[in-house]
Nanobody
Framework: EVQLVESGGGLVQAGGSLRLSCAASGFTFDDHAIGWFRQAPGKEREGVSCISSSDGSTYYADSVKGRFTISSDNAKNTVYLQMNSLKPEDTAVYYC????????????????WGQGTQVTVSS
């Protein structure tokens, strides 16, 4: 059974930091890309960052470049999203998702999803 379990969300003041974790199981981690998406109330789900476990290539949305860093610990089948200099507009439910091989920014390309973790940034 494929499982993706996010953790690390919470409430933080603007300018603060959080680290999200996505623990994966039930599939070959090294053959998949793990993406982080977010969805704010009334908005569409958007791609935030992604890492391909096969070659380490990464993607960042323009809105988070220079503030967020994605990394992967293949020994632990876990992907992390370090979020620094958080802004109120980063407030959303953050999801990790997995797809074979390479990153895309299209949510429908990802067959596996976690349950989401809430990130709230206060001003």
């Amino acid at each position: 059974e494929v499982q993706l379990v996010e953790s690390g969300g919470g409430l933080v003041q603007a300018g603060g930091s959080l680290r999200l974790s996505c623990a994966a199981s039930g599939f070959t981690f090294d053959d998949h890309a793990i993406g982080w998406f977010r969805q704010a109330p009334g908005k569409e789900r958007e791609g935030v960052s992604c890492i391909s476990s096969s070659d380490g290539s990464t993607y960042y949305a323009d809105s988070v470049k220079g503030r967020f860093t994605i990394s992967s610990d293949n020994a632990k089948n876990t992907v992390y999203l370090q979020m620094n200099s958080l802004k109120p507009e980063d407030t959303a439910v953050y999801y990790c998702a997995a797809r074979p091989f390479y990153c895309t920014q299209i949510p429908d390309d990802y067959p596996y999803w976690g349950q989401g973790t809430q990130v709230t940034v206060s001003s």
